[in-house]
């Protein structure tokens, strides 16, 4: 018998990033259901939310959690800021909009992992449903959607050369990053709506809200879980009127990313059980796989070229393009990555260039092999988790991004982007061998913001939920955000997570996963 019928839901999502506003807007279409929605940060108000040019400006702001790595021992000990969204929407109301699937090996090395119903041919009728894609619908893309996607139409003249370089280089343009060819120079499709950002919230959760059986939670934190025996029975939370419990009759989904899900894991006594104790915390469930597995994409900021006259203001959000380039003899999902920004990209280490004076072709690559962690510092929930990515420790990833460089330059250096380019500012002329480029890229490296892994969806002991994305070992608890990812898709991973959480809706929903499709015409491998 319910106590306090407001306190009471069917289910209660963790979050509403991503896969929070996909999972409560699906969820409470079902009118017998009561869905609760806890966020941590507030409403969108910031103006600069909404104007895609601004996005930069969004991090260190009053919706960025802010988070920093600890010193990165292949990055010249630097300390990396880790930007996520604390604000309804999440990390889509400050990230750069790109909307990339990834290619179809990403999904189907998790089907051959052992988790099945995630491949690409599973996941495709998700990225239908989930979009309205503005040039039309095909067999590759849909219409009718909640999410809003565009490609540019007028796209930056620098942007522009820079595509012709690729092709100058050898790389064959492609028409769609997600169609029939993920490699090539590409226009970007972007979650921009009438000239403004749409975030996840805007798109799936702002149209959900005057349904009496969702209630949103905002400036509401998440203390702990409540565990009864091997069953979570609900929240502990905190807001304005202290201290609460929310219970669950079905289920909690923690939809709170990569950092948060199991970070709240690990304070609620799940994880590891030494490191727990070590900490004071009681071990509720040895899981040593929590937190574990974190990789993320590494960018450079980067291959930057001073301009020969000013460079115009983007009308989209300064970077219209990705390239996804193959190694030679390279089969499959790409190794590598460039990126077009109309305006000076650097790390802490390099003096900045005036905005309108310079431009930038970004790099990095797809497929980290280097893993990293996410651990408690302290049993205090006031306390930064420690954040490791470790970056570059594995010397393919080395060796991979130094070929990425390669390509930039190479790019950067052709004759079709003659008419813009007045002189390499970096890594500049002096840099030349082999170690120079290597240094460079330790000052250089920052993150793509995509980091994936840390409660990893498998069968194997070290899995932390199972392919149901139920965790393991305990019953009405479940992951469902870019940390139950495997292995990080090859492009930014929002729009996978979008599939995810739509495709787990179902599975919640006791309804029968849509059938498995592929585009008429399959999709190549390059």
């Known amino acids: 018998m319910r106590s306090n019928s407001s306190n009471w839901f069917d289910f209660l999502v963790i979050g509403s990033g991503t896969a929070g506003s996909v999972l409560a807007a699906r969820l409470s279409e079902e009118t017998d259901l009561r869905i609760g929605l806890i966020e941590a940060g507030g409403l969108a108000a910031d103006p600069r939310i909404a104007e895609p040019a601004q996005w930069p400006l969004l991090q260190g702001s009053a919706i960025d959690w802010a988070h920093r790595t600890i010193p990165q021992r292949h990055t010249g000990g630097r300390v990396h800021e880790w930007p996520r969204g604390k604000v309804v929407g999440g990390s889509t109301a400050l990230n750069a909009m790109a909307h990339v699937r990834g290619h179809p090996a990403d999904f189907d090395a998790w089907v051959a992992a052992g988790c099945a119903g995630w491949g690409y041919a599973d996941l495709m009728p998700y990225f239908l449903r989930s979009e309205h894609y503005t040039p039309g619908a095909s067999s590759y893309h849909g219409t009718g959607g909640p999410l809003h996607l565009i490609r540019p139409s007028e796209p930056h003249p620098v942007t522009e050369a820079y595509m012709a370089a690729g092709a100058e280089a050898g790389i064959a343009p492609t028409e769609d990053h997600n169609g029939a060819r993920m490699t090539g120079p590409c226009l970007n499709t972007l979650t921009i709506k009438d000239g403004k950002r749409q975030t996840i919230a805007d798109a799936y959760l702002v149209p959900a809200l005057p349904r009496p059986n969702l209630r949103v939670m905002p400036e509401t934190l998440v203390l702990s879980l409540i565990l009864d025996g091997a069953h979570c029975r609900g929240v502990r939370v905190s807001d304005r009127d202290g201290a609460r419990d929310l219970m669950a009759e079905r289920g909690v989904v923690l939809a709170a ?58 009308k989209y959000q300064n970077s219209e393009s990705l390239m996804y380039i193959a190694r030679d003899g390279e089969e499959g999902a ?86 813009w380019r007045a002189e390499e500012y970096l890594p500049g002329p002096a840099v030349k061998s082999a170690a120079d480029k290597r240094t460079f890229l330790e000052m250089a490296a920052f993150t793509h913001h995509h980091p994936v892994g840390t409660c990893r969806m498998g069968c194997d002991a070290d899995a932390v939920v199972d392919p149901n994305l139920k965790l393991r070992g305990l019953e009405r608890l479940y992951v469902c955000d870019g940390s139950i990812i495997p292995s990080i898709t090859t492009g930014p991973v929002n729009a996978a997570i979008v599939a995810i959480a739509e495709r787990f809706s179902d599975l919640l929903r006791g309804r029968a996963p849509l059938a498995p499709s592929l585009p008429a015409r399959a999709p190549a491998l390059a």
């Open 257 to 314: 990313g990569t950092i948060a899900s199991p970070v709240l894991l690990m304070r609620s006594g799940i994880g590891a059980a030494g490191e727990l104790r070590a900490l004071g915390i009681p071990v509720r469930h040895d899981l040593p796989g929590v937190g574990r597995n974190l990789h993320d994409h590494l960018l450079s900021g980067g291959n930057v070229y001073r301009a020969r006259r000013p460079v115009p203001s983007s």
């Open 334 to 419: 790409p190794e590598l990555v460039l990126a077009c920004v109309t305006a000076p990209v650097t790390t802490e280490r390099f003096a900045p260039l005036p905005l309108g004076e310079a431009y930038t072709i970004m790099f990095g690559f797809t497929h980290p092999r280097s893993r990293g962690t996410i651990r408690l510092a302290s049993a205090d929930p006031d306390a930064a988790p420690l954040i490791d990515p470790n970056y570059l420790a594995e010397e393919h990833d080395r060796d991979v991004y130094l070929e990425a460089l390669e390509q930039a330059r190479a790019v950067g250096g052709a004759q079709a982007l003659s008419d």
